[in-house]
Nanobody
Framework: VQLQASGGGLVQTGGSLRLSCLASRRLFSNNGMGWFRQAPGKEREFVATIDWNGGRPYYADSVKGRFAISRDNAKNAMYLQMNDLKPEDTAVYFC?????????????????WGQGTLVTVSS
């Protein structure tokens, strides 16, 4: 397994969760990374992305101001701190490694995907 997401769970509206993504070194140190999510019956959508060096964090409008993406290259880890969660944030969250050093909101530019972790926000 080259990417593994974890940290999902059940939380009430307004609560917080922190997702983690652990990656093999070969994938991680030179790649932009991103988080995507897929709600039941919906297409996968972009959540957040970050460049290989932690630069240029970029967010979907729906999570801006509530979510924060970060990475620790020494630990081959990426994180998504999710605050003020809403029922519409309920989805399976996937981490992914981009084919280049920069992050992107376009899923087609990602070559490796983790298995996903389920986040459920109750109202």
């Amino acid at each position: 397994v080259q990417l593994q997401a974890s940290g999902g769970g059940l939380v009430q509206t307004g609560g917080s969760l922190r997702l983690s993504c652990l990656a093999s070194r070969r994938l991680f140190s030179n790649n932009g990374m991103g988080w995507f999510r897929q709600a039941p019956g919906k297409e996968r959508e972009f959540v957040a992305t970050i460049d290989w060096n932690g630069g240029r964090p970029y967010y979907a409008d729906s999570v801006k101001g509530r979510f924060a993406i970060s990475r620790d290259n020494a630990k081959n880890a990426m994180y998504l701190q999710m605050n003020d969660l809403k029922p519409e944030d309920t989805a399976v969250y996937f981490c992914a490694a981009a084919r280049s050093a920069v992050g992107s909101s376009q899923p087609g530019l990602y070559t490796n995907w983790g298995q996903g972790t389920l986040v459920t926000v109750s109202s």
